[in-house]
Structure formats: C-alpha cells, structure tokens
Nanobody
Framework: QVQLDESGGGLVQAGGSLRLSCTASGSIFSIYRMGWYRQAPGKQRDLVATITTRGITNYADFVKGRFTISRDNAKNTVHLQMNGLLPEDTAVYYC??????WGQGTQVTVSS
C-alpha cells in the first residue's frame, strides 16, 4: 500500500504563488509517475502536471509557463510550484501516484 500526504494549500491573491508538496510512504518502489490533479466545484478532476522518476514532466496547457513540478526521489516527495495564480486555479488539488494512488486533497483558493 501507498500513502500520499499533501501540504501547502491555502488562500492567495491573484498573481500570487503557492507551493504544494506531497510525500509518499509505504510501497513506494511501485510509484513510477507522480503528479497533481485538481477539481473545482461541479467540474471533473483534471490533470495538472506529472513527473516520472527520471524527471520527465507533463503539463496541462492551462498551467504551462506558470506551474513547475519537481521531484526529490531520495525523499519520495513531489512539489508543485504555482506562480501567477488566477481565480480559475481555485480547486482542490490532489496528489497522485501511479498507478492509482491518491492523496486526500488540499484546497487552493485564489481571490481576485
């Protein structure tokens, strides 16, 4: 089993920054890819960004140039640096690990 523990959400004004972190514990050898999804009220859960153990990244178009995902394999931690936040970035952000592990979610609220 794998447990994903998230931190770093909160309230920020538009244009501000937040950094999300997610630490994996348990059978972590099985996690090749980690990343973040988000879900706004009444909407589907969308991919934000992922990163492999080799550092290969993938971003949703709506965050390219604003968000950066990174990974510390020694600490089994993945980070999401979010800059230039917009009100439409408001959502619950979920840490994800392959193939189907999920964190409990952390709220990000961006005020206009």
């Amino acid at each position: 089993q794998v447990q994903l523990d998230e931190s770093g959400g909160g309230l920020v004004q538009a244009g501000g920054s937040l950094r999300l972190s997610c630490t994996a514990s348990g059978s972590i050898f099985s996690i090749y890819r980690m990343g973040w999804y988000r879900q706004a009220p009444g909407k589907q859960r969308d991919l934000v960004a992922t990163i492999t153990t080799r550092g290969i990244t993938n971003y949703a178009d709506f965050v390219k140039g604003r968000f950066t995902i990174s990974r510390d394999n020694a600490k089994n931690t993945v980070h999401l640096q979010m800059n230039g936040l917009l009100p439409e970035d408001t959502a619950v952000y979920y840490c994800w690990g392959s193939s189907d592990y999920w964190g409990q979610g952390t709220q990000v609220t961006v005020s206009s």
